[in-house]
């Protein structure tokens, strides 16, 4: 065959990279960075026509992290930490995402980054022992390895609920919200749901909108955020500290989603168990927590999630929050979460949540008492009544952990689908990678701490493994790695042991799949900790990566 006949037919069959890499969040961001370190040819995929994953989609009114900002950001670089300002305690999605766009300047990633590309499949090819990937605009590369950045709450979940498609004025998911943003002056809106997103958005939209509907299915326990600009006097004394607080926040010591108090310190203090505690003592550290503010709120008392009694203890605590804050009885007991353990669902953080429904313009549809039966062409009809409305807003949540990676048609070796092989839940060993799909890693894939953690800590420990086994395999002449079936099946037995001995998989929540029709029930998250997944993958690379089996390819000879 001639050079020329031969370059075709590699053309066809796609550029050659070194790794693929889909998704240009963080994940993609921080993998691109240190594959290019590495001296590696790399391409990266992405859907949206911007970097920032979930923080270029969910663009809500009133989106921003429950992590702190000083927490939730890249600790690769001790200079860019010293150089980017955050200005609140809980950055904005805007300001993430000005933060995200900085470090794809700063670092020079976009060049590598093909925007408005979305992946439809990645094939592992056994002869030539590559990832061939290729997108809905056509484009194709192959790679020896393929790394999925795709995120964990990325593919919202399609909405639920009867007659949607009939609303005739406009509807918008928070998930995928206009980049021109929306105008609620003057108009009525239905709110469908009450998880994180809405628990954000309602009480922006409320001071906005003529009219607000909040459709409620289930109540959620939410912590006042306390969000307030940062002082400088604060930054200037916390920035000499930053290197031990992310020493911290690595090995899971800091409380939450990391400690930010200006002297990083080994643990949070009170939690305690909570049959030692008073009631004086009891309401004393709960108040002290709440005042802070924040998810941390949940370490107020160690055995939250652990002990039914404590449990309680802490959601009579929020009940009766609630209860102070919201005026009117009636909808003060719709707003108090009885169906679930308090932190089974993701612990919401808000800013004035509560405090909304004592608005005139507000009302809250208990859906519980009076279920929706179907949406109408100008509002939803419920078993009781019909409320009229202009916007449908629908905070419905997502297909999370699983719907972004099972939305690409991924085939390992011998062609296994991805979809077949998960069909009863996803399977991973340590949420890195999954037996049977040689050289190909999820980060912060099911299976990992991923969701129940600071995911900018989770994304850079999954990276750095990948780049140290990488490593690895260069030093021990070996380009081929794939997880062992056994070492994968005794992980994700682990995985579910851990979280059956908390109360997390009481919840019915999205960490089970529970929020999606026909998903498997399967508890995804690795609920040990971050400190306690880092000593086992560590453990796991001492033990010359004990689970992985390593091989060389042709192609290396
Ligand atoms: O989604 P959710 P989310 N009829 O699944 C309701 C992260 N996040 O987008 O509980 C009526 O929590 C559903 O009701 P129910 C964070 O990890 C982070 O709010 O199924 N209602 C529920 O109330 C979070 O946990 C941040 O009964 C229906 C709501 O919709 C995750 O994203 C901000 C329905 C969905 O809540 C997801 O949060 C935002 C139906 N047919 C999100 N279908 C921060 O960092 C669904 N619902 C701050």
Known sequence: MSTIEESRQELDQGERFDAIVIGAGFAGLYALYRLREAGLRVRVYEAGDGVGGTWYWNRYPGARCDAESLAYSFSFSPDLEQEWEWTERYATQPEILRYIEHVAGRFDLLRDIRLERRVATAHYEDEAQLWNVTTEQGDRARAPLCIMATGCLSVPKAPDVPGVETFTGPQYLTGLWPHEGVDFTGQRVGVIGTGSSAIQAIPVIAKQAAQLTVFQRTPNFSVPAHNHPLEDDFVRQFKPNYREHRRFHKLGLAGGFGDTEIEPRERTPAAEAVMALSDEEFTEICEDYWATGGARFLAAIADTMLKDEANQRVADFVHQKIQAIVKDPATAEALCPTSHPIGSKRICVDTGY????????????????????????????????????????????????????????????????????????????????????????????????????????????????????????????VDQVDAEAEAEAQWMAHVSEIANATLMPKGGSWYLGANVPGKPRVFMPYAAGVGVYREVCEQIVADDYRGFVFSRSAEAG
Not at 381 to 408: C, K, N, R, W, Y
Not at 452 to 473: G, K, P, T
């Open 354 to 477: 509560f405090e909304t429904y004592n608005r005139d313009n507000v009302r809250l549809v208990d859906l519980t008492r009076t279920p929706i039966d179907h949406v109408t062409a100008d509002g939803i009809q419920t078993s009781a009544e019909h409320v009229p409305f202009d916007i449908l807003v629908l905070a419905t949540g997502f297909d999370a952990m699983t719907g972004a990676l099972l939305g690409i048609d991924i085939r390992g070796a011998a062609g296994e689908r991805l979809r077949d092989k998960w069909a009863a839940g996803p399977q991973t060993y340590l949420g890195l990678m999954v037996s049977g799909f040689p050289n190909f890693f999820t980060i912060t894939g099911p299976g990992s701490p991923s969701v129940l953690s600071n995911m900018i800590v989770s994304i850079e420990q999954h990276v750095d493994f990948i780049m140290d086994c990488l490593a690895h395999m260069k030093a021990e002449g």
